[in-house]
């Protein structure tokens, strides 16, 4: 029969055993699990809450850290009724992976601290008051001044060998005039393409243009004209010496 049965082993034998919590934790012992483990020494807020994840504003000694915290779970579909799990926790070592990745190349993301299990801490980016605004959000600020600015943020993220998958006004926060590029969790190394490396760069070459549409869109929205093929070539430029970038269209 399909689906069945519906969850995979290991997590039948979480819920068996008592290792799994079938809801996700409240806020009190999310903050204990932060403390304990060493992420950071008090939590202070909720600063964003998503589908996969939720992030706080923590001071741990006299830093401020941002902490992400995924969620254990998402539900994946229904089948028959049953609610059928995905584990999704491991999410959190892929983006710190990532994240590390990236900024070691000094490329504009939060500097990644420490993770643990399905959370980890970095750089925050804003005051005690106020995170950095998203891109989105951002008032006051020249948008001819920072335009080439992003998009230079994204191409210094592409030269590390990262290609972000999910690049929108959301993504980006602005902290005075620079931006920062965050939630890397589904980017895409393009570094060292394992095989079939093509596909790599198919992929990147659409994440790029959708990206590159996502910002243009807002820019003109503000009164400043990008042009998103343009910013796909300039982008793609790095990515160019595994081939086929300009001809994987
Ligand atoms: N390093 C950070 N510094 C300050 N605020 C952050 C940081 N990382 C995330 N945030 C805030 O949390 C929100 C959600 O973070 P994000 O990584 O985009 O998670 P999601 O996967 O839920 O979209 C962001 O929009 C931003 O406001
Ligand atoms: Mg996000």
């Known amino acids: 029969m399909p689906n069945d049965p519906y969850l995979d082993a ?45 992030v706080y504003l923590a001071r741990d000694g006299a830093t401020l850290v941002a902490v992400k915290v995924y969620r254990t779970y998402r539900t994946a579909n229904q089948v028959h009724r049953t609610m059928k799990l995905d584990a999704i926790g491991h999410l959190a070592s892929w983006e710190f992976e990532l994240l590390t990745y ?54 210094r993220l592409v030269e590390a060998g990262v290609v972000h998958t999910d690049l929108s006004p959301y993504n980006i926060l602005v902290d005075r005039q620079t931006p920062w590029i965050i939630d890397v969790g589904k980017c895409l190394r393009v570094d060292r393409l394992g095989a079939p490396p093509w596909l790599k760069v198919h992929q990147a070459r659409e994440a790029l243009t959708a990206g590159a549409q996502h910002l243009a869109r807002f820019f003109a929205g503000r009164g400043v004209r990008l042009d998103a093929a343009s910013l796909v070539e300039r982008w793609g430029h790095s990515i160019e010496r595994f081939g086929r970038f300009s001809s994987a269209a």
């Open 10 to 54: 290991s997590v039948r034998w979480k819920i068996q055993s008592g290792h799994a919590l079938l809801r996700e934790p409240r806020y009190r012992e999310v903050v204990e699990f932060v403390t304990e483990s060493g992420l950071a020494t008090e939590v202070l807020r909720l600063i964003g809450s998503g589908k996969e994840a939720d």
């Open 102 to 155: 990236a900024w070691s190349d000094g490329a504009p993301v939060p500097r990644p601290l420490k993770r643990e299990e399905h959370a980890f801490a970095m750089q925050y980016v804003g005051t005690v008051d106020h995170p950095a605004p998203r891109l989105k959000d951002v008032a006051g600020i020249d948008m001819e001044t920072l335009a080439p600015r992003v998009v230079a943020a994204v191409e």
